[in-house]
């Protein structure tokens, strides 16, 4: 009797079913655990933060984070108490090896940028692991419309943001949706495509393809307002792929059995939503000042011409992006062997620019690879080889069973790949991966090709193979499991706090210089606020240099050096190689008085960058403090003929003539400020009046006039009788009344 009920069921499975996919049939935590992979991928890219007092990615890190987390708890708890057969596969040592990496860096490298990349490697394993171990089948009625609902949902915020400046969440380039850049939505949006049509074409009710078709045509449309080259290039890959692969499976589709009106409709649904939303203008007044009130099909079509001209190489974002690149080339070479410690990048990188390349406002290289060798060396090679040997063993395995249609796991097996194949492509000039939507989404999509690998019976040292675990590894699991629930739920409540604490004291900052009057009594109770806030995030968390450095500009605007000193010193202790942040101490101290410290400050930026605009400035300012005047007009004389025009150079300038009374260098100043700030026009024309109509070794009456008029022109209209009455009477007589 069990015998034959043992052979029956073997009848119902297919050939390749093991043990393994027996239990996983009989076991209901796969749709659980499906279900909360799915929820993380429509949460993830959809939910943003309404404010400015958190980041975007680390509420979508949170998100990643706890749901996963949730999952493999579930996982655990439900088979706890009994022997449980599990899948290895090969793919799992790459993050593994990566996790184990970055935590051993934490003892000769950065220790928490090591720590930070560790926990997402090891994340990165868990989603992998989780997905491996989940029937194919519970995975497939849930993870492609999760993603499909989060990019979806996305893509509706875009939309509006574009139209009709939606401004619910806070914004850098945009439209941003909720990822505060325009590029981030971009590559998870391009990456998320190829499960949109997976379930287009795989769809049967002329709802539901009608539904899809709508929704595919405004994530298109959306992908387009954004611009981002490397997605609209991404794009025209993934289009005629996508047409050869599933029309070689044809016979596995749904699609290709529509009758024509239903194919016809839902073409035309897809086409016409994206035409129709592709056409409109846009209405946000940022993207009409930057490109004007352009549309999603002209944006799209102006950005990816713009990659055959020859400034984008010379001045545009290409430009900006090589030096990075550069830099990290260099940065390979140095350390082949062990890299530079996980995350370590940015701290490394000012190390390795060229002499005058300073650019330390980023804080990834923008090119995924790169930045792998450059962080973890040979171990990245090792990597980035298995990863692309795997992948290419697996497009193969895809391409040679896509005929078959009894093998309906292909065509999901097909999408993951397009998918990483999008991903791979968008990573060349960003970095995707440290994004927690878009490295999720990576994670899953291997697990799909290595849970389908199980699930095919490809077995191998380097694929899957099966391992019956105990009821206490499993118990021990658990327990891991809750403490990383409890660690991550301690990292997302502190880091909450303290860039809300943060973030209000630079939002306190910038208010007060707002104000134009940063120095009136009426600001001394917010400014002890201001401190008191920016200690308390500083003390929870020193390495938040993309915020803390803010705080101290303003209070440096205001003269408040004392207070900017210590809060750049903090940056510092956490990135050593920053020239502007050494640069900026060494003024502190050199306005304060020590020029010692000044000194040393200096000569450690010179050591990094000699020539860079900020150090040079720098050391304009120490000549002329020292009382090496005659040294200090040179330098700044060579600055302005190499081209060196920088704010505090030329107030610098205007100052240092004033004193020494060199006129044509305040002139020469004054003229730069004019035509770099137009905000500061009017002042500057005034300031050019004074000099040309009262000192007498430049005297010029006809020029002083012609200064006293751009003046006027440049101020507004209900602002030019207070302008005019700092004209002296004589000029002011001769101006016209129609300047009045």
């Not at 002139?667 to 905000?679: C, N, S, V």
Request: glycine content about 6%; hydrophobic content about 50%; aromatic content about 10%.
């Amino acid at each position: 009797m069990n015998t034959k009920a043992k052979n029956s069921r073997k009848t119902t499975l297919p050939a390749a079913a093991t043990a393994l996919e027996v239990t996983m049939m009989e076991d209901q935590t796969g749709r659980w655990v499906g279900l909360l992979l799915g929820l993380m991928m429509v949460m993830a890219p959809a939910m943003g933060v309404p404010s400015e007092e958190m980041l975007q990615d680390t509420l979508k890190s949170a998100i990643v984070s706890l749901f996963s987390l949730s999952a493999g708890l579930l996982f655990f708890w439900r088979h706890l108490g009994k022997p449980t057969m599990l899948v290895w596969h090969g793919l799992l040592w790459l993050p593994l090896a990566l996790a184990g990496y970055a935590v051993g860096s934490m003892v000769w490298s950065h220790a928490y940028l090591a720590g930070v990349e560790a926990i997402r490697w090891f994340l990165f394993g868990l989603i992998l692991w989780l997905c491996m171990n989940t029937r194919l089948s519970d995975l497939e009625r849930r993870l492609p419309w999760g993603i499909h609902l989060g990019v979806t949902l996305a893509s509706v915020w875009t939309v509006m943001q574009f139209l009709n400046d939606f401004n619910l969440f806070p914004q850098g380039p945009n439209p941003a949706s909720t990822f505060v850049n325009r590029n981030f939505f971009a590559e998870f949006s391009i990456s998320a495509m190829p499960y949109s049509v997976y379930l287009l074409l795989k769809s049967r009710s002329n709802q539901q393809a009608f539904a899809l078709a709508a929704s595919i045509g405004m994530n298109l449309a959306a992908l387009m307002m954004t611009g981002t080259r490397s997605a609209l290039i991404a794009l025209l890959v993934l289009a005629p792929l996508l047409l050869l692969l599933y029309f070689r499976s044809r016979k596995q589709l749904e699609a290709f059995a529509w009758n024509r009106r239903k194919a016809v409709v839902a073409g035309a649904i897809l086409l016409g939503t994206t035409l129709v939303l592709g056409l409109i203008p846009t209405g946000n007044p940022k993207l009409i000042s930057e490109f004007g009130p352009v549309n999603a099909l002209v944006r799209a079509t102006g950005r990816a011409m713009s990659m055959m001209q020859t400034d984008e190489y010379t001045t545009g974002s290409f430009s900006i992006r090589s030096v990075m690149w550069f830099a990290t080339g260099r940065m390979i070479a140095a350390n082949p062997v062990t890299g530079v410690g996980a995350g370590a990048w940015e701290v490394q990188a000012p190390l390795y620019q060229r002499a005058g390349t300073q650019l330390e406002t980023d804080f990834y290289a923008h090119n995924e690879f790169l930045q792998l060798l450059a962080e973890y060396g040979v171990l990245g090679w090792l990597f980035l080889g298995l990863l692309f040997a795997y992948l290419a063993y697996s497009a193969r395995t895809t391409w040679t069973a896509t005929k078959d249609p009894n093998q309906q796991q292909i065509l999901l097996r097909a999408t993951a790949l397009a998918s990483i194949l999008m991903l791979l492509i968008v990573s060349n000039a960003g970095f995707p991966w440290r994004m927690a939507s878009t490295g999720a989404l990576f994670a899953v999509s291997l697990g799909l090709l290595a849970g389908s690998d199980a699930s095919l019976g490809l077995r191998g040292r380097l694929l899957s193979s099966q391992t019956m675990y105990k009821a206490n590894a499993l118990k021990l699991a658990l327990a891991v499991s809750v403490a990383c629930m409890m660690l991550a739920i301690y990292i997302t409540q502190r880091a909450a706090y303290c860039e809300r604490t943060l973030v209000r004291g630079i939002k306190l900052a910038l208010t007060i210089s707002k104000s134009g009057q940063p120095n009136n009594p009426y600001w001394n109770a917010t400014k002890e606020e201001v401190l008191a806030l920016m200690r308390s995030g500083i003390d929870l968390n020193r390495h938040y240099r993309k915020l803390t450095p803010m705080a101290a500009d303003e209070m440096a605007s205001w003269g408040d050096w004392k207070n900017a000193l210590w809060i750049w010193e903090s940056v510092l202790e956490s990135r050593p190689n920053v020239v502007a942040i050494i640069a900026n101490i060494s003024r502190a101290y050199l306005v304060g008085g020590n020029l010692q410290q000044a000194q040393k400050y200096l000569e450690r930026a010179k050591r990094l960058q000699p020539t860079a605009p900020a150090v040079r400035t720098l050391n304009v300012m120490f000549l002329e403090r020292t009382g090496q005047e005659h040294q200090a007009a040179q330098e700044i004389k060579m600055l302005f003929k190499d081209g060196v025009i920088d704010y505090d150079l030329v107030y610098a300038a205007y100052l240092f003539g004033a004193r020494t009374h060199d006129w044509s260098l305040m002139i020469q100043a004054l003229e730069l400020r004019i035509d770099r700030w137009p905000g500061e026009a009017t002042d500057g024309w005034l300031k050019l009046g004074e000099i040309y109509s009262e000192k007498m070794e430049v005297k010029d009456h006809d020029k002083a006039l012609k200064a006293y008029r751009a003046a006027l022109s440049a101020t507004p209209e209900p602002a030019k009788e207070s302008i005019l009455k700092k004209i002296p009477p004589s000029y002011r007589f001769e101006l016209s009344a129609v300047e009045l």
